[in-house]
Nanobody, 123 residues
Framework: VQLQASGGGLVQAGGSLRLSCAASGGTSSGYDMGWFRQAPGKEREFVSFISGGGGTKLYANSMKGRFTISRDNAKNTVYLQMNSLKPEDTAVYYC?????????????????WGQGTLVTVSS
């Protein structure tokens, strides 16, 4: 399985971006999926999670009310709509497929990762 993340870019504070994560060579359909991010000099951190059927959606506290995760299983694609962006949201954003039953907030729970897409928010 290959995950291709896209949609990053440069945006001013208060702006919006929509990230996409498309699976190929396999499927993400039915799998739990997550978004993580990594800022320069920092560890990769949990952003959002969506269950295989889309019924469960979770967010890191700092993203609640601003970010929305969704998926289209027919297209093997997961999305992350990011609104009201802040400079501190600047990071490389990664999508990942969850394969293990350990904490969904931990990178250890995920097997396949996208290459990352850079989001830069200017003040």
């Amino acid at each position: 399985v290959q995950l291709q993340a896209s949609g990053g870019g440069l945006v001013q504070a208060g702006g919006s971006l929509r990230l996409s994560c498309a699976a190929s060579g396999g499927t993400s359909s039915g799998y739990d999926m997550g978004w993580f991010r990594q800022a320069p000099g920092k560890e990769r951190e949990f952003v959002s999670f969506i269950s295989g059927g889309g019924g469960t959606k979770l967010y890191a506290n700092s993203m609640k009310g601003r970010f929305t995760i969704s998926r289209d299983n027919a297209k093997n694609t997961v999305y992350l709509q990011m609104n009201s962006l802040k400079p501190e949201d600047t990071a490389v954003y990664y999508c990942a497929r969850r394969a293990y039953s350990s904490s969904l907030y931990s990178t250890d729970s995920y097997d396949y990762w996208g290459q990352g897409t850079l989001v830069t928010v200017s003040s």
